[in-house]
C-alpha cells in the first residue's frame, strides 16, 4: 500500500498565505480605520452593519476601493494617514467588506491595476472645475 504524504503539506501551505491576508488587513483596520468604523463616526459605514455596506459592496471591490483610497464626503483620503499604501488600504476594504456580508479577496496584480487606474480617473474628475 501506497504511504499518503502530501495532505498535510498541502494543508499547512493553503493555510499560510490566507492567514498571512487576513491578519494585513486586521491590522490596518484597527490602526487606521477603527477610529470611524468600528463606532460610525461621521456615518462612516460600521463594519458589521450589512445593510449599510451591502449597497458599497454592490459597487464591486475596484471602484469602492479607489473611491475610498481617494477620499470620498466624510471619508479622508487613505483614511487620513498619507503614508498608507494602496495595498495595505485594499486589505483593509476586504477585511470590512469581509465582516459585513462581503467575500472579497486580496487583490492580485491586475485587480490592483485597476484600482489603480480607477484612482487617477477619479483624481481626474474631482479636479476637472465646472
Ligand atoms: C476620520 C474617520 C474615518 C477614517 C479614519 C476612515 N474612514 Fe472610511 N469612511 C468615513 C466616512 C465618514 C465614510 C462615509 C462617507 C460618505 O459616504 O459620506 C467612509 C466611507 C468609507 C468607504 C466607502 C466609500 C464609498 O465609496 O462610499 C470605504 C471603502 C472606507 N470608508 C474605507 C476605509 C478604510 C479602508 C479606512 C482605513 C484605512 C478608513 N475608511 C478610515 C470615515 C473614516
Known amino acids: ?3 499518503i504524504t502530501y495532505p498535510l503539506t498541502l494543508a499547512v501551505s493553503m493555510a499560510i498565505p490566507a492567514i498571512a491576508f487576513a491578519e494585513l488587513g486586521e491590522n490596518t483596520y484597527k490602526q487606521v480605520c477603527a477610529a470611524c468604523h468600528s463606532s460610525g463616526v461621521l456615518n ?3 463594519v458589521g452593519d450589512k445593510a ?5 459592496i454592490a459597487e464591486g471591490q475596484v471602484t469602492l476601493t479607489a473611491h475610498g483610497y481617494v477620499g470620498v464626503r466624510g471619508m479622508p483620503a487613505k483614511g ?3 503614508n498608507l499604501s ?6 483593509a476594504v ?21 484600482i489603480n487606474k480607477e484612482i487617477e480617473a477619479r483624481k481626474a474628475k474631482l479636479n476637472k472645475k465646472p
Do not use: C, H, Q
Request: proline share 10%; aromatic share 10%.
Open 80 to 82: 487620513g494617514n498619507p
Open 52 to 56: 449599510k455596506w451591502a449597497p458599497l
Open 86 to 91: 494602496i495595498e495595505k488600504f485594499s486589505d
Open 1 to 3: 500500500m501506497k504511504r
Open 44 to 46: 462612516a459605514p460600521k
Open 94 to 114: 476586504v477585511y470590512m467588506a469581509n465582516k459585513s456580508g462581503g467575500n472579497w479577496k486580496s487583490p492580485d496584480a491586475n485587480t490592483l491595476a485597476a
